[in-house]
Nanobody, 125 residues
Framework: VQLQASGGGLVQAGGSLRLPCVVSGPSFSGYAVGWFRQAPGKEREFVAAFSRNGGSTSYADSVKGRFTISRDRAKKTVDLQMNSLQPEDTAIYYC???????????????????WGQGTLVTVSS
């Protein structure tokens, strides 16, 4: 399985970005997919996730109501729509996938086996 994240860039506070993550490999629906981010000098943190069967989503408290994760089976993408961006959202954003992600551990990076290369999001004040 390979993941390709894109869509990052520079945006002003209050703006929006959409980050697509293309998941290449068999059985797209057989993977839980999560988005994480890592700001300079900080640990990687959970942003949002889609369960393996697509029935459940989860968001970090810091992005609830502003970010939306969605899945397109035909395109094999899991997108992160980010609205009302703030400077504290500045980070490298990564998408990750795993076949055996226990939902209670969805916010843990170690729960995911496959990782994309990351895309940089910079929000200016």
């Amino acid at each position: 399985v390979q993941l390709q994240a894109s869509g990052g860039g520079l945006v002003q506070a209050g703006g929006s970005l959409r980050l697509p993550c293309v998941v290449s490999g068999p059985s797209f629906s057989g993977y839980a997919v999560g988005w994480f981010r890592q700001a300079p000098g900080k640990e990687r943190e959970f942003v949002a996730a889609f369960s393996r069967n697509g029935g459940s989503t989860s968001y970090a408290d810091s992005v609830k109501g502003r970010f939306t994760i969605s899945r397109d089976r035909a395109k094999k993408t899991v997108d992160l729509q980010m609205n009302s961006l703030q400077p504290e959202d500045t980070a490298i954003y990564y998408c990750a996938a795993g076949q055996s992600v226990i939902w209670s551990a969805r916010a843990t990076p170690d729960a995911y086996v496959y990782w994309g290369q990351g895309t940089l999001v910079t929000v200016s004040s």
